[in-house]
């Protein structure tokens, strides 16, 4: 496995691949690599011939109060972990190497931005773009995979993507989970024991939600109210649990035969913030 940390050494070794023909796929990580990213690299293999797996931990997309400084970084054990799954080649570049520090262009997110968690994270999806748009760049991947745990993330880069008219497939791999729900993240190495025992509640608070949604006017308010409080009650603090409707994640007051919609939620357990959510079709 190849391991480069500067955009020339990559951009080479990407353009001897594509003198042979080969399709790239692209996973993009911020390390601490878990079952989930596994996952990806995995659909990102059935997908391609090659796949490239970024390491990044990328400091636009971190609000002021969050936690870029103290973000695990075992890159040892990544490295291991690509390796051991047939990744071709890990781009693990410095912060310089991206960002000159004089960043005088940058891509908005737009309106869908303050929907969800751009609500209580302002300006974190112009920095995932904005990383994610140079990646895409330097790597020129025919397809990328990421996981529905960020849907959020997934639906603003498949619209960058199909606005910017690049040429790559943007690819959804399902939520990894525990044996309990709780929806696998990196950053739940941060939960204590107790606030790991209540994590999983979000997801059986949205699992709920699903039984509740039918056909017809919905007040939300009305709805959610039990399941917040039964949250709030095990100790979890409430982001926001809502019913919206892809792509643009409208808030919805009235569920449609035939359509899609996603049930999304964000609590945090202490100081960890956990995000999850279902899909479902009516």
Request: glycine residues 8%; charged residues 25%.
């Amino acid at each position: 496995m190849l391991t480069t940390h500067t955009i020339p050494a990559i951009r080479n070794a990407l353009g001897e691949l594509r003198n042979t023909g080969l399709k790239i796929g692209y996973v993009p990580t911020m390390g601490a690599l878990h079952e989930g990213h596994i996952s990806l690299i995995r659909k990102a293999m059935e997908l391609s011939d090659a796949v490239i797996v970024s390491i990044f931990v990328n400091p636009t997309q971190f609000g002021p109060d969050e936690d870029f400084s103290t973000y695990p970084r075992p890159l040892e054990s990544d490295l291991d972990i690509c390796k051991t799954h047939g990744v071709h080649a890990v781009f693990h570049p410095p912060v310089e190497e991206l960002y000159d520090g004089d960043e005088q262009i940058r891509i908005s997110a737009g309106e869908l931005s303050s929907r969800l968690c751009g609500k209580t994270r302002p300006g974190h999806f112009d920095g995932v773009l904005q990383v994610v748009n140079k990646f895409f760049n330097i790597i020129q991947p025919d397809v990328a995979v990421f996981g529905q745990k960020d849907i959020q993330q997934l639906l603003l880069i498949r619209q960058m993507v199909t606005g910017f008219r690049m040429n790559i497939d943007i690819l959804m791999a399902p939520t990894q989970r525990e044996p309990d729900g709780l929806a696998i993240s990196s950053r739940n190495q941060y939960l204590s024991g107790a606030e790991r025992n209540a994590a999983p509640l979000l997801y059986r608070a949205l699992k709920e939600l699903e039984e509740l949604i039918r056909p017809g006017e919905i007040n939300m308010d009305r709805v959610t109210a039990p399941l917040k409080k039964k949250l709030e009650q095990k100790g979890l603090k409430i982001d926001y649990i809502s019913c919206v409707e892809p792509p643009h994640l409208h808030q919805i007051s009235r569920i449609e035969k035939g359509k899609n919609y996603i049930l999304a939620g964000a609590v945090f357990a202490g100081q960890t913030r956990l995000i999850d959510n279902l899909i479902i079709y009516t």
